[in-house]
């Protein structure tokens, strides 16, 4: 069987016995240059590098143009490209179903924040154990360039339109409402994004990535606060993230001033060193006051805002029995007939 | 207490109106325990002349909804199903939490005939709003029981008149301030007990069992009905005709509404997973699946056989099925009509993607406030197309409690046999009302959880298509998230796919997936439940109904033939798509009536589009949609009419 650990002969394997290419997806249709590829990239690495039999793993995603990408990458995993704005519920739905598959939500800025916001919050509030991840592009791709609701004010499309309205910060937002990992990348800094997405495999709980990832051919102009140009010139980090996967040796030296440890649920650890003065990645206030100044500021933050490894996700508060669902036995499903019998006798 | 005891605690009421009212003595206790014979009823006192009704009448209980007195009317109800006589109780309730009008009905039917009739015998009048409109309606030799207090205009001569000191005999319990509201309730219940010759042994073990949890609220409610049934034996002169004779003919049978008989039928078919958002008329359904389920289906070591979990809309909730359903669970939702609204496009997907979910959809009238709690089969039309796109769904449609149960084991069985949401249409009458049903069976066949393709299977077959029609009936194989191996996993999305589950904008491949997805609902036709005739088969009119009109409908095929000499053939449906059996039942006859509960005929339009245009003009409707379960007799008179017309 593929997902048990056979030795490579040849090509480089991760953990499991398998090579990069088991965690490959169809050839991308999306633009060359978008962000989402770069996205779809890391996914692909991370998932590798951290050995997760793709088969355990569920891919899904509403509609838009990020909403496509699953298909892109880990062909063997399970994928379900739902309806627009929805997939938090499918997503819910099926880790009912199968509590000990992995989930990963890909998503866009308009599918989460605008036509999805309702699903979204009820999703975080849940802190449903999935990597949530927002391609934010600040535009509807597939329907050629509206503005969508994380738009900065000021910002212009190419028409020459410009956007009046306050963006939604979808970190503060998933912070506030109750997501346990929350954190903003850019889809053209692989170290950092790498890192995170380690990071977001080893937690379990609501991982919320705001990935900032330009459109190409409707927001990568000037006048765009979403552009390649505008991130590397704005792109903040509040810290270094550093990420030692279980099984790898954790005895490397850190400042214990400037660095903080979190131990993630799997046994990993994320090292993040402070950059932002105001940084602590413990504090919900600390973290949603933090970001909400950097809008008046103009500068873009991005790093791991928010780490909670203590509170209880939605599929452990439901208190299943730890067979999915999906393979429990008739025998188990169905009460046997002294129990129709009783309710029979109760109701004569 | 004894009745000497009853008569100590009225003592203490010192201004009782003895013979103040006609109707009304105070008489010899030791007379209190039987009901006069109705023939031997001195007319006297009265100018009314009673009919004597043995098992054959309707009690209308007029209150305000919160005043607790639906234990009081399922006490009455289950005291004459005791007796062994064919009971039904509809409850015609506002949408609101107190305050205002609520009618409850209790029919007793010799003959079984459990529908909703109009005429009312007995009026047992609480409300002092609607006191005077409840008694101008009551017929020519009804009855009414009422709160003395009430001014109740002149008296109709023609109309017995009980009034009942109800607040002095609630105080003669010694109940508290706080329930004296509920204990009310249990007074009429012994007033009526002892008016009819309902058996007090038997309503003491009701009384007994609904409050089985606390003895002493069990005691203070059996001194209330004590109370009332010893003011009415000494008190009231009987002289109505109606009256309780012990029957066999409930004998092994129960009392439920269709409600929880979904929610049993739900639990015994291996739900597994539940999202649901509150909406009356369903509410109920997911609310005695939660009880079912925590007693049922978690296991030694506290763990759930089962999720369950309020969504924050129907949105929501039919996503979660979606989602639930792909995984691998059984899962489903109970809504009504503006929560079906919410869900289409997750309906349609549902279609497209091929992922099994029941959706059990109590159905009520129209959007939005209004109605929401009055019965309609408005949502056929809808749910038969729902969302988007060539889309058909699988309906199943119940026609009593115990079909609720058994069609809602089946409708998981055929989702996931299909691969697609099943919705099961019951009604606000048949899901909140009480019936008298045979007990349930525990059903014969193990779960059937359809085409699905394990990893050994896999390998043994060396590849996987998703959309594939191997077999050639239109369904295809699928595999669970999590089977491990490489070949496993596949993409799913609505439209846009080839048979390997790959894009595809092909125009080949989408037309070619639709002409499977039409040959699927042709297979379904397979896995449905098939119609039930009942009739000889070779009369000339052939009536067509379905759900909670069949009651209705099996008593007007009596009035038919017994007042116009008009026989019948009865066909009712299950199931939507319609089986062969529909097409040969419309061909057989000359004349078909379709009778349903909406205003357009919906399920007739939906006859006609699937019949031959030459057949389709046999079809007439007769439809009801005024928000109250449907009568036989409206079924009778619109047949005599167009029978005579014909003439």
């Not at chain 1, 495999?201 to 190409?216: E, M, Q, R, Y």
């Not at chain 2, 009048?125 to 030799?141: C, H, M, Q, S, W």
């Not at chain 2, 669970?480 to 491949?509: C, I, V, W």
Request: proline content about 5%.
């Amino acid at each position: 069987m593929a997902t048990s650990p056979v030795p490579s002969t040849s090509a480089r394997t991760n953990q499991i016995g398998l090579e990069i290419l088991d965690y490959r997806g169809s050839k991308s249709t999306l633009c060359a240059g978008c962000g989402h590829n770069a996205i779809s990239e890391r996914l692909i690495e991370a998932f590798y590098e951290m050995g997760v039999p793709p088969e355990e793993v569920m891919k899904m995603s509403g509609i838009g143009c990020s909403s496509k990408s699953p298909a892109y990458f880990m062909s063997r995993s399970f994928s379900f490209n739902s309806v627009h704005g929805r997939m938090p519920a499918v997503a819910t739905g099926a880790l009912l179903a199968n509590k000990t598959m992995r989930s990963i939500g890909i998503s866009g800025d308009g599918d989460t924040v605008s036509i999805g916001l309702g699903q979204f919050m009820h999703l975080l509030r849940r802190n449903l154990p999935i990597i949530y991840i927002v391609e934010d592009n600040g535009v509807y791709g597939l329907t050629k360039g509206q503005f969508s609701a994380t738009a900065d004010i000021g910002s212009k499309l190419k028409t020459g339109v410009v956007n009046d309205m306050p963006p939604i910060d979808i970190c503060a937002l998933a912070i506030q409402v109750g997501a346990t990992f929350v954190g903003r990348s850019f889809s053209g800094d692989k170290k950092q994004l790498s890192t995170m997405l380690k990071a977001a495999i080893a937690h379990k709980g609501t991982v919320l990535l705001d990935i900032i990832s330009p459109c190409v051919t409707f927001n990568d102009h000037e006048g765009s606060t979403k552009s390649y140009k505008y991130m590397k010139e704005h792109d903040e980090a509040v810290n270094e993230a550093g990420f030692i996967a279980p099984f790898e040796d954790i005895a490397v030296e850190y400042d214990h001033n400037t660095t903080v440890d979190v131990q993630l649920h799997d046994g990993s650890h994320l090292r993040l060193r402070k950059i932002h003065e105001d940084y602590a990645p413990t504090s919900k206030t600390g973290a949603i006051s933090m970001l909400t100044e950097a809008h008046d500021s103009g500068e873009v933050l991005t790093g791991v805002f928010y780490v909670n490894t203590q509170g209880m996700d939605f599929v452990t508060r439901l208190n299943m029995i730890d067979e999915p669902l999906s393979l429990a036995s008739e025998a188990r499903v169905r009460p046997g007939p002294e129990v129709l019998a009783g309710l029979m006798q109760e109701l004569a | 207490m004894t009745a000497a005891g009853v008569k100590r605690d009225f003592s203490c009421l010192p201004d009782h109106p003895q013979n103040s009212i006609g109707a009304t003595r105070w008489k010899d206790l030791s007379m209190a325990t039987t009901n006069l014979e109705a023939e031997s009823l001195s007319a006297a006192d009265s100018i009314v002349h009673p009919k004597k009704l043995v098992n054959d009448f309707t009690i209308q209980v007029a209150t305000v909804n919160g005043s607790g007195s639906q234990s009081a009317n399922s006490i009455l109800l289950r005291g004459i199903f005791r007796m062994g006589v064919p009971v039904s109780g509809k409850n015609l309730f506002p949408s609101n939490i107190a305050g205002l009008p609520t009618w409850f009905l209790i029919r007793a039917n010799r003959d079984g005939w459990v529908a909703r009739k109009g005429h009312v015998d007995l009026l047992i009048a609480l409300n002092p709003e609607t006191v005077l409109d409840d008694i101008r309606k009551l017929p020519a030799g009804g009855a009414a029981i009422y709160d003395e207090s009430f001014s109740i205009g002149d008296r109709r001569a023609d109309v017995v008149y009980y009034p009942v000191p109800f607040d002095q005999l609630v105080a003669a319990t010694g109940a508290e301030m706080k329930v004296r509201k509920l204990i009310k309730n249990m007074v009429y219940v012994g007033v009526a007990a002892q008016l009819l010759a309902i058996d007090m042994k038997g309503l003491e073990n009701i009384v007994r069992q609904q409050f089985a949890r606390k003895a002493a609220v069990a005691d203070l409610n059996w001194k209330a009905v004590q109370l009332g049934f010893d003011y009415a034996a000494s008190s009231l002169t009987k002289q109505d005709g109606l009256v309780v004779e012990p029957m066999n003919a409930t004998q092994g049978k129960i009392i439920i509404d269709g409600n929880a008989a979904c929610a049993m039928g739900a639990m015994f078919a291996g739900v597994t997973v539940v999202s649901w958002y509150p909406i009356t008329p369903s509410t109920s359904v997911v609310e005695d699946l939660i009880k079912y389920m925590k007693k049922y289906r978690v296991e030694k070591d506290g763990k759930a056989t089962f999720a369950i979990v309020q969504a924050e809309d129907e949105l929501a909730a039919m996503g979660m099925v979606l989602g639930a359903g792909w995984g691998g669970a059984r899962s489903m939702t109970a809504t009504s009509g503006p929560g079906i609204s919410l869900m289409a496009e997750f309906a349609g997907l549902g279609y497209f993607a091929e992922i099994p979910g029941v959706v059990i959809d109590v159905q009520r009238t129209g959007p939005s406030t209004g109605l929401p709690t009055r019965t309609q089969q408005c949502d056929i039309a809808f749910i038969s197309g729902l969302s988007h796109g060539d889309t058909k769904h699988v309906m199943l449609l119940p026609g009593s409690v115990k079909e609720c149960f058994e069609l809602a084991i089946e409708a998981f069985d055929v989702a996931e046999m299909l691969q697609t949401p099943v919705f099961i249409l019951s009604d606000l009458d048949l899901g909140m009302n009480n019936w008298m049903s045979e007990p349930f069976e525990y059903p014969e066949k193990p779960i059937n959880r359809g085409k699905v393709l394990n990893a050994k299977q896999l390998e043994e077959l060396g590849e996987f298509a998703r959309y594939k029609d191997v077999d050639g009936d239109g369904i295809p194989y699928r595999t669970l998230p999590g089977t491990s191996h490489p070949k496993a996993a596949y993409f799913t999305r609505g439209t846009g796919k080839n048979e390997r589950a790959l894009y595809s904008e092909r125009p080949e491949d989408y037309a070619q997936n639709m002409q499977r997805l039409a040959r699927k609902f042709e297979t379904a036709k397979t896995m449905v439940p098939k119609p039930v005739l009942k009739g000889t088969g070779k009369e000339k009119i052939g009536i067509i109904a379905f759900g909670s009109s069949d009651p209705a409908v099996l008593e007007s095929r009596d009035q038919l033939q017994r007042e116009a000499r008009i026989a019948t053939d009865y066909l009712r449906l299950r199931a939507y798509p319609f089986t062969q059996e529909v097409n040969d039942f419309v061909a057989r006859h000359e004349t078909i009536f379709v009778v349903e509960q909406n205003r357009d005929g919906q399920m007739r339009n939906l006859l006609k589009t699937d019949l031959d245009a030459a057949e389709a003009v046999k079809l007439h409707s007769i439809t009801y949609f005024a928000g109250l379960p449907i009568e036989a007799r409206v079924i009778t008179e619109a047949i005599t009419k167009f029978e005579g017309a014909r003439k």
